[in-house]
């Protein structure tokens, strides 16, 4: 599997029992803490494993950081948050690359392996699914405001950024045991994005009602306060005739829908009848913001917000 379909990872089959998954993601930092840089780098960069039904079992540091300028101590904290991650999510860190450059940027390449006949794509989605999200959206103006001094870092501590580091593992785990149709993990090209490479991918129409879409606290009033991020205008000119707004959104709502994620939520394509359970087993284990946010229904390839 490569770029056919804007799937999350590579995969190829070594053997009738085992596939191999390769993956690379970097970002630049989310915030101005570089323990939380590379937890949460970390996270992102793994988090592509989980959503193709796969382990991770090697990482390799990526690494672009301005050792002239900046203190080799803020280095070593990132490769420290980043190393935790690897070890929670079972893998072995094995390596990696630096080279000089004027922002630090940092992120892993990830591989990992799977059963061939066990591979999730984004293209399963059937007429009669619903979609459960495991995180919350509105990450990328939330840092925007912090990095425009608009939001504190405690802040952000308390909620946001222990819910970005998280792994996305565990909710793989559950879903697993159910009748998984599709799934992706919801990053830079934001909500509306993601779910149009779902729909696009399973040749299917999805409808989102506005108001189950969970957003973390103080995103929207980001938006009003005029913040936005770089990613919010090609992301709405990415969803072009393809996404229907079927109610009146004020601006603010409306950008929430092309908010960029870092370290996103997984996005689960289910059977309506299972969906209920899945999400009371997501609970159960602390993925308490995991919530249903649509349908799959019989129509045109797109998205219908309501
Ligand atoms: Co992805
Ligand atoms: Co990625
Ligand atoms: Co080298």
Not at 43 to 51: F, K, T, V
Not at 141 to 163: C, I, Q, T, W, Y
Not at 275 to 282: I, V
Request: charged share 20%; net charge negative; hydrophobic share 40%.
């Amino acid at each position: 599997m490569g770029f056919d379909t804007a799937d999350d990872a590579g995969v190829y089959k070594l053997s009738p029992e085992i596939a191999m998954i390769n993956t690379v993601d970097f970002i630049t930092p989310p915030v101005d803490d570089p323990h939380w840089f590379g937890l949460i780098a970390a996270a992102n960069s793994i988090s592509d494993i989980y959503s193709m039904g796969g382990k991770p079992v090697t990482a390799l540091n990526i690494v672009m950081f301005p050792s002239k300028q900046l203190p080799l101590e803020i280095l070593k904290e990132i490769l420290r948050g980043a190393h935790e991650k690897v070890i929670e999510a079972g893998a072995c860190l094995v390596g990696g690359h630096t080279i000089e450059d004027e922002e630090p940027k940092f992120g892993l390449s990830v591989s990992g392996t799977v059963h061939p006949d066990r591979v999730i794509t984004n293209a399963g989605s059937q007429v009669g699914d619903v979609l459960i999200l495991t995180k919350p959206l509105g990450s990328g103006v939330l840092f925007n405001a912090a990095r425009a001094g608009k939001l504190p870092l405690s802040l952000l501590e308390e909620d946001l950024l222990p819910s970005l580091a998280a792994l996305n593992g565990a909710a793989m785990e559950e879903a697993l045991q159910f009748d998984l149709h599709a799934c992706t993990d919801i990053t830079g090209f934001g909500i509306i994005g993601h779910i149009l490479e779902v729909a696009a991918g399973s040749r299917t129409r999805i409808r989102l009602p506005y108001s189950s879409l969970p957003f973390y606290a103080e995103a929207e009033a980001m938006y009003k306060k005029g913040v936005s991020t770089l990613s919010n205008e090609a992301n709405r000119r990415l969803s072009h005739n393809q996404l229907q707004l079927k109610l009146s959104l004020s601006t603010q709502a409306e950008e929430l829908l092309f908010d960029p994620q870092t370290s996103g939520g997984l996005l689960f394509s289910l059977p309506a009848s299972q969906g209920q359970e899945l999400l009371d087993k997501l609970h159960q284990r602390g993925i308490t913001s995991a919530t249903i946010i649509g349908e799959v229904i019989p129509g045109e390839i797109g998205i219908e917000v309501v």
